[in-house]
DNA sequence: AAAAAAAAGTGAGATAACTCATTTTTTTAC
DNA sequence: GTAAAAAAATGAGTTATCTCACTTTTTTTT
């Protein structure tokens, strides 16, 4: 969901710097004078909400979450944001103002893009305009999909969402070793720690999962997309 | 919140289209042969979720709701559009898909701009650019308070929220006669109509707010935005 | 202007999810 | 490899909000 069909650029795994599909060889030079690698540990905050940063971030190893913090230390995470990918954009023409945090999840290396940089290429080639507008509305969807689901869904319905989007959109597999906290995931599904726990279990014991610490699989993905429709 | 800064044009209201303020002689004469002017009843749909739009459709007078349509007849209002600003966009770069629901609240009219011509002047004339991404930050910005507000806001904190976005964003005055049913207020508010019933009558005895019928007046916004932060 | 229909308000009981306390498991540190 | 710390799981009791049933008020229709 939150990768950037056509703005990702498959040498980026080779850590040169090429975030559109459609860049020249001037804009991927120019850009290279505006760039610079950074690497993040596991915890360390990326984006700050509240704040503004003149950088946009993109993802090039590891993971991160991008989150709302309320007060009393909750949150709600609203994606999580694997390479190759732009992390949360500030708003670049509004003072880059930061109204989300992100942290890295797992070890991560990004590249960061000045913001003007990044403006003056938007601005001088309209060739990336369709995908810039394309990945605004997709992140307008998610976000929508993600208030159907605290306002609608039950626990189990909301557990099941979170499951389905690691296998679907995270992971890309029925198995996988969940980088996540167990507070992580409930922050995900937008519940307590406790009832996410319980849920895990009750979930475990119908043979519907299977967990083993941090290692997941899901057995029976029809049914959790069951569970993710009626709840 | 919901309106286009820079992107309406006062002659608006005189019904000759405009919506960037930046629009050239030539794009509003281009325009004006995309364009058609429509009026809706109250109670009339606009846009329906699931389905897509050849038109961009911006609100000349009335008003519109924009929500998302859970099953079971639930639904939850994300924002309240007036006049002179666009309704929810479309994804036009992406089968001109709509993911959110709009109906108009009171009898409107609109003009109807065809995406089409609406993608040749944002792709032929750089200037619109910087509007259009601020909309689109804006609309996320939004969307995410939405989000904190139903997930870790108290009823009477929701009820707050919602008062204070129709005093200074909707009716721009503390006195306003709401267009809105109470149901319609309940899915402003992301809660049940009886609740929010409820709420009102303990805000009038506290005499934080008058309510007779339709006819509101906030009388202690202070105390509202207290509720809000606190709740 | 009266009757009918719709909307709004009220009360009581039900329930989903949370919180807090406790135990168990896993991870980290020495 | 053991101890300490952190994370996860479990259980019991609490609570915020919803649902359903009923009453009152407002609006619409004739």
Do not use: W
């Amino acid at each position: 969901m939150n990768t950037l069909e056509g703005i990702r650029c498959h040498s980026c795994s080779n850590k040169s710097l090429c975030f559109f599909s459609t860049l020249s060889e001037e804009e991927s030079a120019f850009l290279a004078h505006h760039k610079r690698e950074v690497t993040y540990k596991a915890g360390e905050t990326l984006y700050k909400q509240g704040t503004s940063s003149q950088y946009l971030i993109f993802l090039l190893s590891g993971m991160a979450k991008v989150f709302i913090e309320g007060d009393d230390r909750k949150a709600f995470i609203l994606q999580l944001v694997k390479p190759f990918a732009f992390l949360d954009f500030p708003a670049i023409f509004d003072k880059d103002q930061l109204y989300r945090s992100s942290v890295a999840v797992v070890d991560s290396t990004a590249c960061l893009v000045d913001i003007d940089a990044f403006k003056s290429i938007i601005l001088s080639n309209k060739t990336h305009l369709p995908n810039l507008i394309r990945y605004f509305n997709q992140i307008q969807h998610h976000y929508t999909s993600r208030l159907v689901n605290v306002l609608y869904k039950n626990m189990e319905a909301r557990i099941a969402d979170a499951l389905l989007y690691l296998v679907n959109e995270v992971y890309y597999n029925r198995s996988f070793r969940l980088d996540l906290s167990r507070k992580d995931l409930a922050e995900l599904a937008g519940m307590s720690k406790e009832s996410t726990s319980r849920i895990l279990t009750q979930l475990k014991d119908q043979e519907i999962i299977r967990v083993k610490g941090k290692q997941m699989e899901v057995l029976d993905k029809k049914y959790l997309e069951q569970l993710s429709k009626l709840g």
